[in-house]
Structures are given as C-alpha cells and as structure tokens.
C-alpha cells in the first residue's frame, strides 16, 4: 500500500471536523448557509474515499485505478445531486415564504473562519503527495478541496457582512448558490466519469475560451 496513505486518511479526517464546526455554527449563529454548507461537507467524506479506495484496492485486488474511479465518480455525483436538490429546495421555501430568521454573525464569523482555517489544511496535506503519484481520484479530491477552500473563504466575508447588519436573506441566498454549486460540481462529475477526465477538461477550455475571445 502506498506511504501516501496517512494523509489521505488524515485530510479525510478533517472533514469531519470541519462539518463539526459548520454544524456547531449553524445551530448557534441561526445561519443557513453554514446549515446548507455542512450538507454539502458530508459529501466530502464520500468524495475522499475515492483516493482512498484507490489505494486499497488496486494493490489489494489489482483492480484498476480507472474501473474504480469511474464507479466512484457515479455514486458521488448522485449522492451530490439529491444533497443539491434537497438545499435548493429548502432555500426556496425560505425565499418565496419569506420566513423572518435571525443570524448572529459574531458567532457565524468564528465558525466559518475555523472551517475555512481546517479546509487550508487539508490543501497542504494533500500537497504534500509527490506529482508522479498522483492518480485522477487525488486529482479530484484536492480540487474539491480547493474549491471548498474558495466556498469557506467567502463564508467569513458573508459573516462579516451579517455582523454590521445585512438582511438575513443574503444568507439564505447564499445557500441557494451552495445548492447549485454542488449540482454542477456533480454534473461535472458524472461527465468525467463516463467521458474520461481529459476530455472534459479540454472541452471545458475550449468553451471558455469562445466566451472569453
């Protein structure tokens, strides 16, 4: 089994840690982006299987890393969309009923900073694996990392703007966009797992590209 093994455990661990600190600060802030984002961080648990299972499999079984990553890749991108679903639909009702709820942004602030504080460190662990070891389920995992790191980095920004009185909706606006945040990071998903990595990518780039010319 590889040595790199330790820290995919480890960074798996931390998400767990920072859904405690999302859930703590949920309850007690009253926010509903938090409440929504820790939804989202249980998936992470599933989604830092992937390396791990990697691992462990293809040098228990001598299964290919690519039969399981594709398995993997489908099972996580349905288990995103119900969660995205399920929070766009939550964040809905909230919007259209324009239910009144408190948000103390003192305590969302801390919360949200020991979150985005633990997903930085689980970018240095993952950084720590050498590049020629790297496989697409570490591909994957890190950049789900990095994008939670950028989601965890505005949350803060979010609180600061609760702290001196903003409307509470922009919270619950906030959840809206985790929610459809997570169905196109499962979209993309279900696409590299039928289509290859690769070729995702390279279409992606050349979308982007005629938008940008």
Do not use: C
């Not at 299987?49 to 990697?54: A, C, D, H, K, T």
């Amino acid at each position: 089994m590889q040595a790199y093994m330790p820290v995919y455990l480890k960074a798996w661990g931390l998400t767990f840690v920072i859904a405690g600190f999302e859930l703590a600060g949920s309850i007690l802030s009253g926010s509903f982006a938090l409440l929504a984002d820790v939804t989202h961080v249980f998936t992470d648990t599933v989604v830092g299987l992937g390396p791990v299972s990697v691992e462990f499999f293809r040098h228990r079984f001598h299964v290919s890393a690519e039969r399981i990553e594709q398995t993997g890749g489908f099972l996580v991108s349905a288990i995103l969309i119900f969660v995205g679903v399920h929070i766009i639909g939550e964040a809905t009702e909230h919007i259209s009923g324009g239910e009144h709820h408190e948000v103390e942004g003192g305590l969302m602030l801390i919360f949200a900073a020991l979150a985005a504080a633990t997903n930085f460190l689980q970018h240095r662990l993952l950084s720590r694996v050498s590049p020629i070891h790297r496989h697409a389920a570490h591909t994957g995992f890190h950049f789900h990392i990095l994008t939670d790191l950028v989601k965890n980095i505005l949350l803060p920004i979010l609180a600061v703007l609760m702290l001196f009185g903003a409307s509470e909706m922009l919270d619950v606006w906030a959840g809206y966009a985790i929610g459809w945040l997570i169905i196109v990071r499962a979209a993309l998903l279900a696409l590299e797992s039928l289509f290859g990595k690769r070729i995702v990518q390279r279409t992606l780039d050349h979308f982007f590209h005629w938008i940008i010319r």
